[in-house]
DNA sequence: GGCAACCAGGCGCTAAGTAT
DNA sequence: ATACTTAGCGCCTGGTTGCC
């Protein structure tokens, strides 16, 4: 039977195919006839295909795809390749196709419109491979096999990765765009459908994330359609898990960003806060004995999640005041128009609240994810104010800072308590003049 | 100019419903 | 109690219209 088909057949067969596109019980398949010009199609189903041109009906050919089959076809002058992941690599003319009607309209009615939509599926199918084997720990994918909406061929084709029991609100992304090359990047929920309950976040959060995203070290990775055939399976996904790794940091950062308020206090702020006593006495790094070795340090990587470290400590004492003046305002010992402020940098102290006499209370926040014993740092601005302010002002010492658990231990140093300790100086100014 | 409503309907997920 | 089926919800939507 087999041997009835003749090559052109098998061309004709394949010309079909590109007609109708590929259905999705052949989208995953092991065996594919190769062309010279380098397209791929299911081995079984184009053996039907073609079967069905020797006979002129639509007699369906029940037979079985093995090496006696493949090597008739293999004779009449066509590669058969083989996929260990029973589903072929994503192809320049695959993205190619989806660029053409991406974003353009889907009518059901329209049979040119529903061919498309078969033409493209095994596109959507193929992103979906992609990221179902593209995860690394803890993190998992919402797949998707969709390639259109709301009357509509998608603009993208993508996958949303995040880590097992987040908000979902802020997720890797991975894709296919309306050019038709792939990307992977970092993105958040900016909107919702018509109707749809799942919330957005709001503008304020959204142009946080894009201020931290701009800032950080992130790129976005983009393989244009032009580069696809340098890679495989074995690549892209190590490539894709190579990128989730060095940017799950960012990610973890993002999702904490994403949220409204970074920590909700309620009655008890004894699990949140551990108040200590002053140490003892703290380590020093600025009188150790040095080796010069030298290591590799991404500087603005270590200093984004110091800055960021710094930020979620203020808040935490932040909602701490404002918990502390609410209870005083409730017993009447202080005014209704007392409020807590966040300053700005440069103002030589974080926070602005008051004592239970309404005076006011200068607030310096210091956050390690450090031991107790760890020293921190005051700059030479900070340092003048407290000279200036020694009654009021008082550093908020955090310590085991925890940004998943949101928890920090902490001992406070009031006013004049900072003489105890020793000034070292880290930093030098070098200029050269007579400056007194 | 900004915003809300509308379009039209594939596909995965989940919860509810039904069969074994 | 478990397996299978089904109903219905919701999705980086963007282009367009109609209202203020």
Redesign the pocket.
């Known amino acids: 039977m087999i041997k009835k088909i003749k090559k052109k057949h098998i061309i004709d067969a394949t010309k079909y195919i590109d007609y109708i596109g590929i259905p999705k019980d052949n989208i995953y398949n092991y065996y594919w006839i190769k062309l010279d010009n380098g397209k791929e199609y299911p081995f079984k189903l184009t053996v039907r295909e073609a079967y069905k041109l020797t006979t002129n009906t639509d007699e369906y050919y029940d037979f079985s795809s093995n090496k006696e089959t493949r090597k008739t076809i293999e004779d009449l002058g066509f590669e058969i390749k083989y996929y260990t992941e029973h589903i072929n690599f994503l192809k320049d003319y695959e993205v190619e196709k989806f660029s053409d009607v991406a974003?353009s309209k889907?009518?059901?009615?329209n049979p040119e419109n529903v061919r498309y939509?078969m033409l493209i599926?095994p596109t959507a199918y193929k992103i979906n491979y992609w990221a179902e084997n593209s995860t690394i720990e803890n993190f998992v994918i919402k797949?998707?096999?969709?390639w259109?909406?709301?009357?509509?061929f998608?603009?993208?084709l993508?996958i949303?990765i995040f880590r097992k029991n987040d908000s979902k609100k802020v997720y890797f992304?991975l894709g296919v765009d309306d050019k038709g090359n792939l990307y992977l990047e970092l993105?958040c929920?900016?909107?919702?459908?018509?109707?749809?309950?799942?919330q957005p976040l709001t503008k304020e959060r959204i142009n946080e994330f894009d201020k931290y995203l701009n800032s950080s070290t992130y790129i976005k990775k983009i393989i244009k359609k032009e580069h696809l055939k340098n890679y495989n399976w074995h690549s892209l996904i190590s490539l894709t898990k190579d990128f989730l790794h060095s940017n799950s940091t960012i990610y973890d950062e993002l999702e904490i960003i994403s949220k409204e308020k970074f920590i909700e206090l309620n009655q008890d702020n004894d699990s949140i806060l551990t108040v200590s006593d002053i140490p003892e006495s703290t380590k020093s790094y600025v009188n150790k004995e040095r080796n010069f070795k030298g290591k590799k340090i991404d500087w603005s990587k270590k200093q984004l999640v110091s800055s960021r470290l710094g930020l979620l400590g203020e808040e935490l004492i932040i909602e701490y005041e404002k918990s502390k003046i609410k209870k005083l305002k409730k017993e009447n010992i202080l005014n209704d128009n007392i409020i807590v402020e966040k300053k700005r940098d440069g103002e030589g102290y974080d926070i602005l609240s008051y004592d239970k006499n309404g005076n006011k209370l200068f607030i310096e926040v210091k956050t390690t994810k450090g031991k107790i014993n760890e020293p921190f740092y005051l700059s030479i601005n900070e340092k003048a104010f407290y000279e200036k302010h020694k009654s009021q002002y008082i550093i908020y010492r955090l310590y085991e800072f925890n940004n998943l658990s949101k928890t920090s231990k902490l001992y406070k140093i009031e006013g004049s308590e900072l003489d105890d300790f020793n000034f070292n100086p880290t930093n030098f100014e070098i200029s050269k003049g007579d400056f007194s």
């Open positions: 974003g889907y009518r059901k009615a939509g599926a797949s998707d096999k969709s259109q909406w709301s009357g509509s998608k603009s993208y993508w949303r992304v993105n929920q900016r909107s919702n459908h018509t109707g749809g309950k799942t």
